[in-house]
T-cell receptor, first 113, second 113 residues
Framework: GENVEQHPSTLSVQEGDSAVIKCTYS??????FPWYKQELGKGPQLIID?????GEKKDQRIAVTLNKTAKHFSLHITETQPEDSAVYFC????????????FGTGTKLQVIP | NAGVTQTPKFRVLKTGQSMTLLCAQD?????MYWYRQDPGMGLRLIHY???????AKGEVPDGYNVSRLKKQNFLLGLESAAPSQTSVYFC????????????FGDGTRLSIL
């Protein structure tokens, strides 16, 4: 089955700096890669996703890149703000059928004011 | 629009007791999922359902049962709770179309003493 590895497990950045979280996946058939943000006491919320026919996607301060050949994808947050502090999860799925989604183990991001 | 609602939010059980966690969604989604979240292990799928009246096992189904008698509800049962089932449980749903994100509830924090 699919295996998703996520690094780093914790990340501290100064406010205004950029943060990068990296994930690798094992199943070459995976074609949908969502990123979720989980705030304390809440469930994961989708912040951005990318499909395998796209190499990069941006949404304001957030961007995701995908390298299908190397089977890795990354989340980039620019101009970080204290409200970006949360746990971030990457995930991979084949995007069809019952859509089994395999999650990474999470990155705890701390933005220091 | 409430999205995905989980009840209860917190519960403490003694070993051997039983209980049912309720998940309700108001988005008319076909697919529903139960995950558990443990430190350092991300989200692991317990059971899922692809429609009313259907259920299937995920990657960690032992000790749990589920039912989907109504499309909007997905119940997770623990027949005889064990300390290893202490976790945070999340329910999610999706409409079943390709490449759609899962919508999560805010979780049930369960402690088994």
């Amino acid at each position: 089955g699919e295996n998703v590895e996520q690094h780093p497990s914790t990340l501290s950045v100064q406010e205004g700096d950029s943060a990068v979280i990296k994930c690798t996946y094992s199943d070459s058939a995976s074609n949908y890669f969502p990123w979720y943000k989980q705030e304390l006491g809440k469930g994961p919320q989708l912040i951005i996703d990318i499909r395998s026919n796209v190499g990069e996607k941006k949404d304001q301060r957030i961007a995701v890149t995908l390298n299908k050949t190397a089977k890795h994808f990354s989340l980039h947050i620019t101009e970080t703000q204290p409200e970006d502090s949360a746990v971030y999860f990457c995930a991979a799925s084949r995007g069809w059928g019952y859509q089994k989604v395999t999650f990474g183990t999470g990155t705890k991001l701390q933005v220091i004011p | 629009n409430a999205g995905v609602t989980q009840t209860p939010k917190f519960r403490v059980l003694k070993t051997g007791q039983s209980m049912t966690l309720l998940c309700a969604q108001d988005m008319n989604h076909e697919y529903m999922y139960w995950y558990r979240q443990d430190p350092g292990m991300g989200l692991r799928l317990i059971h899922y359902s692809v429609g009313e009246g259907t259920t299937a096992k995920g990657e960690v189904p032992d000790g749990y049962n589920v039912s989907r008698l109504k499309k909007q509800n997905f119940l997770l049962g623990l027949e005889s709770a064990a300390p290893s089932q202490t976790s945070v449980y999340f329910c999610a749903s999706t409409d079943g179309n390709s490449n759609q994100p899962q919508h999560f509830g805010d979780g049930t924090r369960l402690s088994i003493l």
